[in-house]
T-cell receptor, first 111, second 113 residues
Framework: GNSVTQMEGPVTLSEEAFLTINCTYT??????LFWYVQYPGEGLQLLLKATKADDKGSNKGFEATYRKETTSFHLEKGSVQVSDSAVYFCALIFGNEKLTFGTGTRLTIIP | NAGVTQTPKFQVLKTGQSMTLQCAQD?????MYWYRQDPGMGLRLIYY???????DKGEVPNGYNVSRLNKREFSLRLESAAPSQTSVYFC????????????FGPGTRLTVL
């Protein structure tokens, strides 16, 4: 079946550091890929998505590129802020099947 | 624009008690979902409703029932709560089906003693 493997956390960085959160997937065919973010005490929000190979999703300074060759969708940001502290979930959907989530990565940014 | 709202925010139950979690959306979405979030396991789909009048089981439906009361509202019922149902429950909605962007409510934190 379809699955998503995410970098285990927690991840702690200093403000203005470079961020990478790794995500790889297993799917039959070519899924659509997503990053969701969950801020403290809130529900999940869609951060960015990519629907086909080589697409780059971007939002709020975050980027992720759909890499078919490596079945990856790593999340990156050049300079993180304290307000980026949250839990980040990688997810995929294929065909008409359910949204499949990774286990989440907790990110804490220290001033 | 409230989006997806859930009540209650917190609940403590004793084993064997029943309760209903309420969810409503004001985006005129056709599809609605119930997930549970457990540490180290991401979100798992309990039940979903593709459209008003239909409901289907997700990955972990045992111990739960749902009702799609109308297009706006989708409730989740625990008939006889068990400690294994201690979790954070999220409701979500999308315009039409799994492939559309899902919008999540703020969650209900449930503890079963």
């Amino acid at each position: 079946g379809n699955s998503v493997t995410q970098m285990e956390g927690p991840v702690t960085l200093s403000e203005e550091a470079f961020l990478t959160i790794n995500c790889t997937y297993t799917a039959t065919g070519y899924p659509s890929l997503f990053w969701y973010v969950q801020y403290p005490g809130e529900g999940l929000q869609l951060l960015l998505k990519a629907t086909k190979a080589d697409d780059k999703g971007s939002n709020k300074g975050f980027e992720a590129t759909y890499r078919k060759e490596t079945t990856s969708f790593h999340l990156e940001k050049g300079s993180v802020q304290v307000s980026d502290s949250a839990v980040y979930f990688c997810a995929l959907i294929f065909g008409n099947e359910k949204l499949t989530f990774g286990t989440g990565t907790r990110l804490t940014i220290i001033p | 624009n409230a989006g997806v709202t859930q009540t209650p925010k917190f609940q403590v139950l004793k084993t064997g008690q029943s309760m209903t979690l309420q969810c409503a959306q004001d985006m005129n979405h056709n599809s609605m979902y119930w997930y549970r979030q457990d540490p180290g396991m991401g979100l798992r789909l309990i039940y979903y409703s593709a459209s008003e009048g239909t409901t289907d089981k997700g990955e972990v439906p045992n111990g739960y029932n749902v009702s799609r009361l109308n297009k706006r509202e989708f409730s989740l019922r625990l008939e006889s709560a068990a400690p294994s149902q201690t979790s954070v429950y999220f409701c979500a909605s999308s315009e039409a089906g799994h492939t559309d962007t899902q919008y999540f409510g703020p969650g209900t934190r449930l503890t079963v003693l």
